[in-house]
């Protein structure tokens, strides 16, 4: 009866979703795989039973071809750890908000590639700005007698000599600083200033927070003659968390705008709060398809008045996205989005924008405390306004083609990214951006 009663117990722990995870068949039946959360039912000390990762229990079993079941990858290397089944998720409760294993840190996360750079600034606003201009002002002159001049006349038969001093009048002046009204064309600190989707990002969902920083060098020189160098420079602080096994994701980017130029035109502004959310499709070590949404919430600040005296509108801004990672050699990827960029207050520029990548990896290694790779990369940006696109209007945005060049350097929780974007239509926005990104991945 004793015998009869511990072979029924055996069955029945061999059957139970609680008890087992599931049995491979290798010839030896009773040899049951039980997850860690279920040790004090399978005892490591014996021999019939293997808990993954449990000091002092066996190494589980090859699986023979055949005996996998439905959606289980077979035990091997660093995989067992990893499995996913409806056992576990029974277990575990089905978190939606399990993220994807990220225990080699950025760039070896499912083989993701760094994020891409980016490129753009912020519209172009036409309002009148008080500039202190420098004058010559004239004060009065002085004169000197620099030579003679005759003139021979008849009078009655006799010749008339008359003498003229030539006079040279030289101006006294002074330098004087005044403030004059005029129209200039620059960027709104806080509107649509680092909103773009390609902006640090990839269209692989991320566990990380972020830091951005961009230089842009003589904004808008091209369309201020005689204005003077205006300097734009952009911090951007931001977080990203997984849904779904790491399928999904939402994240917030704040930008911090500083325009630096000749009199009024020195302003510091935090900018518009920014809600990205992604969901990849079709996520895989070697292919990444996903779309999402960027929604821009008009937080910032930065008033101004336009040529026709109403306010520089300030609307949400709605991006739906789409975005792709491919793969194409064992060191080689390209990465890319296009996004729509449409505004709630029809004043504002409706923006479709194109981004492409192209990285190499020059160097990549799983070793931990060192570096793990060094990545250079080349990003074609393209932005095209849909509606106000002449300099005319009040806001307006021009065509433009932007190249960035850069080098990623990846850390086993981090990536460091320097580059250099240069737009290449004219007349050009800025004549160039210095851009330095920091991630680190939890």
């Known amino acids: ?49 293997v808990v993954p990762g449990m000091p002092g229990t066996p190494a589980a079993p090859s699986t023979l071809p055949g005996t996998e079941l439905p959606g289980q990858p077979p035990f091997a290397g660093e995989s067992a750890p990893n499995l996913t089944t409806p056992i576990q998720q029974t277990l575990t409760g089905g978190n939606p908000f399990a993220q994807a294993d990220n225990s080699l840190g950025s760039g070896f996360n499912r083989s993701a590639a760094p994020n891409s750079f980016g490129d753009f600034g912020s519209l172009t606003y036409s309002r009148i700005e008080t500039i202190p201009v420098s004058r010559t002002i004239v004060v009065g002159f002085t004169e000197r007698q620099v030579g003679v001049t005759e003139t021979v006349t008849i009078v009655n038969n006799e010749k ?34 680092g909103i773009k989707i390609s902006e640090n990002d990839n269209p692989r969902p991320q566990d990380r927070v972020y830091f951005g920083y961009n230089y842009f ?4 020189r091209a369309l201020n003659p005689g204005l003077g160098r205006v300097d734009m420079e952009r911090q951007t602080i931001g977080f990203e968390k997984t849904l779904l096994n790491g399928d ?10 500083q325009l630096r130029g000749d009199g009024s035109i020195d302003s510091s502004v935090i900018g518009d709060l920014s809600i990205i959310a992604k969901f990849a499709f079709l996520n895989t070590n070697e292919s990444v398809r996903a779309l999402g949404l960027v929604v821009t919430a008009p937080t910032g600040g930065g008033d101004a008045v336009l040529l026709d ?25 390209a990465l890319g989005f296009s996004s729509l960029i449409v505004p709630t207050d029809s004043r504002d520029v409706t923006l479709l924008s194109n981004s492409v990548t192209l990285g190499w990896w020059l160097t990549r290694s799983t070793h931990r405390g060192r570096v793990t790779g060094i990545v250079p990369a080349t990003e074609v940006h393209i932005n095209t306004p849909l509606n106000h696109r002449s300099i005319s209007n009040g806001v307006f945005l021009q065509d433009q083609v932007n190249l960035t060049n850069g080098l990623h350097i990846v850390l086993p929780r981090a990536t460091v990214a320097v580059g250099v974007n240069t737009p290449l239509v004219g007349p050009r926005p800025w004549n160039s951006e210095f851009v330095l990104t920091v991630n680190w991945n939890f």
């Open 309 to 333: 005296g109403f306010a520089a509108p300030h609307s949400t801004i709605l991006q739906p996205w789409v975005g792709f990672y491919e793969t194409l050699t064992p060191r080689l990827y």
């Open 248 to 257: 999904a994701s939402l994240g917030l980017r704040l930008p911090f705008v």
């Open 160 to 193: 008339v000599v008359t003498r003229t001093p030539i006079i040279e009048r030289t101006p006294v002046t002074r330098e004087e600083v005044v403030n004059e009204r005029r129209v200039v064309r620059l960027p709104l600190g806080s509107r649509y200033n």
């Open 1 to 49: 009866m004793v015998r009869i009663l511990l072979a029924a117990l055996t069955v029945a722990a061999s059957a139970s979703p609680l008890f087992a995870q599931r049995a491979v068949v290798l010839g030896t039946p009773s040899v049951v795989v039980c997850p860690p959360s279920v040790v004090p039912v399978c005892p490591p000390g014996n021999p019939s039973y």
């Open 217 to 220: 060098d003589g904004v808008n």
